[in-house]
């Protein structure tokens, strides 16, 4: 056993070598991507091999890393099973769901309360992604991605029509009377969505506005809307997201639908489990609970 690395350093290995992502690999055993680079490091001079090739934008596996791979998983899955054996699964009831940050925040949390009144012996394990490249048929039973649910190798059930709207404080709005007046306020871009800024200006007849205003960039909705709450600028919001909030109104008319949405997904080629299949029955049925609001009256 002296012989081995540590633990940590194992389970960095696998996550990083399974999603081809130290940041992926950091968000999911809950450390930063500095400390899964850095459990690498130490690795790789332990084992006097490289395991990854570094690239600008990308990671690969070295011919040592490949070959070491298998064993790895082969232990870590022997050391689940007999552990599930000896101990019995706590994880019998659990249940891997992925999805934004925004979803999680703003759809999702309001309804979890209800859900475990209605399944209280189900346990969720919640799982953040971002990026496209963050969603895959690994690791999670039930995902919500945003996009046109032309993922292969997935069933996708739509949420529904997406609409997006201006939101900001309502001190803010009260100086907003058409969409004119964003001139000169700060413009909160949510980077990674197909439709933004330049399309909802556009629609809504002062194309080109954006040159007249500020811009702040997130890399994620959930910062944006909580800029917006705060005053800082106004952000662009899809309307089944607002349900909720009571710290951000929507001051212009104009709504623009966007033809991607949000979808309920999971890999359609896996057993599902009992619980698995009641938490996705109960999230489609919040779907056709929802009553999102459709496009309003323009306004120039």
């Not at 930063?32 to 091999?49: F, M, N, P, V, Y």
């Not at 070491?68 to 552990?83: C, H, K, M, Q, V």
């Not at 058409?178 to 000169?184: F, H, I, K, V, Y």
């Not at 933004?196 to 909705?221: K, Y």
């Amino acid at each position: 056993m002296s012989q081995l690395p540590p633990l940590a350093w194992l389970q960095a290995f696998e996550a990083a070598a399974r999603t081809l992502s130290f940041t992926a690999a950091g968000r999911e055993l809950g450390v930063t991507q500095a400390a899964i680079s850095q459990r690498i490091r130490l690795l790789e001079d332990r084992l006097g091999h490289k395991l990854f090739v570094r690239h600008p934008r990308s990671l690969s596996l070295t011919p040592a890393g490949q070959a070491w791979l298998p064993s790895i998983n082969d232990a870590f899955t022997r050391l689940g099973e007999g552990t599930a054996e000896v101990f019995g699964s706590a994880a019998g009831h659990s249940v891997t769901l992925r999805t934004t940050p925004v979803i999680q925040q703003n759809w999702l949390a309001p309804r979890l309360l209800r859900l475990h009144r209605e399944h209280p012996l189900i346990a969720i394990r919640l799982v953040s992604a971002i990026w496209p490249d963050d969603f895959g048929p690994e690791g999670a039973d039930i995902e919500v991605r945003y996009g046109h649910g032309d993922w292969s190798g997935v069933e996708a059930l739509s949420l529904g029509a997406e609409w997006l709207v201006p939101v900001c404080a309502p001190a803010l709005a009260a100086t907003l009377e058409t969409p004119r007046d964003l001139a000169g306020h700060t413009l909160l871009h949510a980077l990674g969505f197909g439709v933004g800024w330049s399309a909802w200006l556009e629609g809504a007849g002062v194309a080109g506005l954006e040159t007249e205003c500020l811009a702040l960039s997130c890399d994620n909705q959930v910062m944006t809307l909580a800029l917006a709450s705060q005053g800082v600028g106004v952000a662009l919001a899809h309307r089944r997201l607002l349900d909720e909030r009571d710290d951000l109104v929507t001051p212009l008319g104009h709504g623009l639908a966007s033809d991607e949405r949000f979808w309920l997904v999971r890999p359609s080629r896996r057993n599902v489990t009992e619980d698995a299949e009641s938490l996705w029955r109960w999230l489609a049925a919040e779907r056709d609970l929802d009553d999102v609001a459709g496009p309003v009256a323009t306004q120039s």
